[in-house]
């Protein structure tokens, strides 16, 4: 990881900020907080291993390829409470009720790109880590020769 970037202060001290990041979370995990999101990918990053920016590459595109399809359906909308707890609910759910006609063909729009997008970012990884190893084989074919 070292290759992508660098923290040059010797005063900052990156496993105390990891778990008070980790303190962080798993007070919001007791209090309900994720209940509804997956946060399997946040527990399971693996950034220490990344090496180079080929394994930093490959790491984003697999977060992509899962991210790049958005939920453009409902969601539920809650209360915190209080008097008017309800009629606010009651309120925000007219209006997406309202506002969801019109923007479910620009989510729908944005879906399919980003859909587009990661199947060619994807492919052109592919392609570049194919033409690279016909490159290293050019090379050594190069090198026999000679």
Sequence with gaps: MKDIFEIKDEQIDVRNIMDKIGQKIEEKKKAGLYDKYDLSRVSNLEIEKITDEKDFLKYYLKVIK???????????IHSKGGILGKPVVWFKKIIWHCLKFYTYRLFNQQKEFNAQITNALISLNE??????????KTRINTDIKK
């Design 66 to 76: 899962k991210t790049c399809d958005i939920d453009i359906g409902s969601f539920e």
């Design 127 to 136: 392609k570049l880590d194919k033409s690279l190893e016909e490159i290293k």
